[in-house]
Structure formats: C-alpha cells, structure tokens
C-alpha cells in the first residue's frame, strides 16, 4: 500500500524494507538459522540472493545493506512480465474462486487487520515490536572502541564500546530513570520476548543487561586481553560503512531520552543519531486454529497466508513461509494440491509449529533446534557431542528437502 498509505515504521514504498535490524541471522554451518537458509538457497529463492548480493561485513551473520537490498528487491518484482503492480490499500480479500496469498506484513493496516479477523473467524492478535537505534559512523569516537567479533568468529566486523563497572552503572540507572514514550493505545503493551526494549530488559535485575544485549563474554578488548564489564556491540548498516545500528537496543525512550542515555556508552559520547530507536504493532493471525501446514486457510484453501502475518518470527522465517505458500499457490493455479514441507525440515519444523502449537496460548516463533525432530536412540545416545548431532540432523533435513522438491516440481 506504500507510498499511497505509510506505516508507523518504514521510511520509503520499496518492497522488502527492513524495519528493525538489518540481520538474517547465523552463517555459521549446522546452526538452525543456516539450516533454514540453506534450504532456501537450494529452493531458488530470490530474497536469500539478493541478500547475498546486498551482504555487509556481519562476522557469522547475514547481514545486508537494507536500503540496497529493497531496491534489488523491488527491482526485480516491478521487472517481472509476469507481476502487475498496484499501488494501493487492501481492506477486502474477497472470497472468490481463485487463489489469493496475504503477506501483508507485521505492519498490516488497521482495516485489513479486521478483514483478516473476519475471514478466519480469529480475534487478530499483536504484539509489539521495537527497532533499534542508528549512528553516523564518523561520530563513533575510534578511541574509545575496538573492532571484534564474539569469540573470533567470522571477520571483526563489530564495533564494540566497552563499559567498566562505573560506567556501567551509571548508564544503568540513567536508563532506568529514562521518560518513555506515552502511548495512546499502549496501557497493555505485550512485548514479543524475543525483541524486548532495552528497558523492559534492565527492570528486570541490575545485571540482566550484562547477561542480555550487553555481554561482554567472547569479546576480550585486543588493547589489555581483558573482558571488559560490559559492552554494546555496533553492526554496520550498509556497504558504505557510514553508519551502525547498536545491536539490541530497541527501546520506547522519548527521543531526547535516547540522545541522552546512549551518549553515556563509551565511543558515542558525541554520536550522531541518523534514527532513533522506536515501537510499532505487529499484526498476525493465531494460526494453529486457522492454517494448514500449507499455509492455506483451513475454511478457505484458496486463500493462504505469507510472511510475519501468518505466525513466524524473523527475516529469514518471513522469507521462508512466503516461498512456501508461493510454491503451494503454483500448485493451486496448476490444479494440484498444495504439499507441506517434510516435518525433518527446517521449512516442515517452523510450519508444525505454527500450525500445531496450543491455539490459546500462541507466539510467533523464530526457527531453533529445539523445533526440529531430533535423533532417535540409539542414534541419540551414540553421538555425544552436540555440534555432530546438529550437523546429524541438518543432513536429514536437507536430504528430505530434496525429495520434497522433487515432488513439488
């Protein structure tokens, strides 16, 4: 719908604009990010190259240069003979005969919010989201920081600020003492866990910040050979190396709340903010009671349903259940039934999640090991070390993939 209506959130009308951090997660071999994308790598997926095209100096991360990567992706979308763009907003689905996916995103208008709570007869639930700040890099005080990346792996592509105990605790209670934002609709605020504000984290104990965002485990300063007590990890924005996101510090601070905590961190006393840290609602639909492991709708299986919307969490994941309901779709169009990716897979394990967790208690989840089916014994109990029972379980995923892609033409 963008540039026709915005959003709390994004800033230009290109496809694909990441909103919160420009991360996809581990690179790292055997890791259950890799696994998932891995298996888009080997299902052709656009987004996954156009990620490795757009990529920024991550350490083991995929990380991209967001501005780059939307328009490589709307690029490629308004190209495409076969793709009719319209620039408008949605607030009916309609259910005529035909197929119809709804990937409208975490940010999902109000009016389409409610269509979506009347075609699947489910109360739309939410949660809120928050999006970390941005520096100018030439405001990063060189002095004061060191480039690492935790425990060596990867290139040392961070810029870390390390706190002493002193400046810890100072930065601390400023914190604690920051004015939030005054919400309007907000006395309820129901925080996804995985993407706490940074002050939600700290008013849980002195330490938790220490043992959160802001740990210093794995990142010795290469100055002394020392950890230091805490540190703020910065990750580059975009190819040009002009500005960094500090890495899990989404907040709701007033603005001038921000600019006045954050340069209390060591390195960024005189830091530049090219976006304050912010707070927006996430829309999706509680779809163990609404969707097949298609991702079609159960009542509608004409209509399916793509994206953060449909009950992933993360980048990656997003990616992943919309190649999956495009796929399903094609099959649809063709005249064949939709087929759900093999539970081994990491595809198959984040769709039997979401379609299969308890209705009245159900988040958003991001992909993990602990979804995946693990090994059975005797298997199990022979291999003791965990980095070969990951590799174990990643070779059975990929090789069911292979036999569901051969299946899914």
Not at 37 to 45: I, N, V
Not at 101 to 118: C, D, K, M, Y
Not at 190 to 205: D, M, V
Not at 250 to 270: C, D, S, T
Request: some cysteine; aromatic content about 8%; proline content about 6%.
């Amino acid at each position: 719908m963008r540039p026709v209506r915005s959003t709390p959130a994004h800033q230009t009308a290109d496809f694909a604009e990441l909103v919160c951090s420009n991360s996809l997660k581990s690179e790292s071999e055997f890791t259950a990010p890799w696994l998932l994308k891995e298996e888009m790598r080997r299902s052709g997926s656009l987004l996954i190259r156009v990620a490795a095209e757009t990529a920024v100096p991550a350490g083991h991360a995929l990380a991209v240069d967001r501005a780059l990567f939307a328009r490589r992706v709307t690029d490629a979308i308004e190209s495409e003979p076969l793709i009719r763009v319209y620039r408008q907003e949605v607030t009916e689905i309609g259910e005529r005969e035909g197929v119809t996916i709804v990937a409208s995103g975490p940010l999902t208008s109000s009016a389409l919010a409610g269509e979506v709570a009347r075609l699947t007869g489910s109360e739309h639930l939410f949660f809120y989201d928050s999006i970390s700040p941005i520096v100018e890099a030439d405001s990063i005080d060189p002095s004061r920081v060191y480039f690492a990346a935790r425990y060596g792996k990867g290139t040392a592509d961070y810029i870390n600020c390390p706190m002493s105990r002193d400046e810890y605790d100072r930065f601390y209670d400023a914190l604690i003492a920051a004015q939030p934002v005054e919400g309007h609709d907000w006395e309820k605020l129901n925080y996804f866990e995985g993407c706490l504000p940074i002050e939600e984290i700290a008013r849980r104990g002195r330490d938790t910040l220490r043992f959160g965002p802001m740990k210093p485990v794995g990142l010795a300063d290469p100055r002394t050979g020392r950890l230091p007590y805490a540190v703020v990890q910065l990750r580059r924005e975009n190819l040009r190396a002009d500005s960094y996101n500090l890495v899990g510090f989404q907040n709701h601070l007033r603005f001038g709340e921000q600019a006045r905590v954050l340069r209390l961190i060591p390195g960024l006393e005189n830091a530049r903010f090219l976006r304050y840290g912010q707070i927006h609602r996430n829309t999706y639909i509680n779809a163990p009671g609404v969707l097949l492991p298609t991702l079609q709708v159960r009542s509608l299986p004409g209509v399916f349903f793509a994206g953060q919307i449909c009950g992933v969490e993360g980048y990656t994941e997003s990616i992943a259940a919309g190649l999956i309901a495009g796929a399903g779709a094609a099959r649809a169009f063709a005249g064949k039934l939709p087929v759900a990716p093999p539970r081994e897979t990491a595809f198959g394990s984040l769709l039997h999640y979401i379609t299969h967790a308890d209705a009245r208690s159900f988040q958003p989840a991001n992909i993990t090991f602990d979804l995946l089916p693990q090994l059975e014994d005797p298997e199990r109990l022979r291999v003791r070390d965990k980095r070969v029972r990951h590799r174990l379980v990643c070779e059975k995923a990929l090789a069911a993939l292979e036999g569901w892609l051969r299946e899914i033409g």
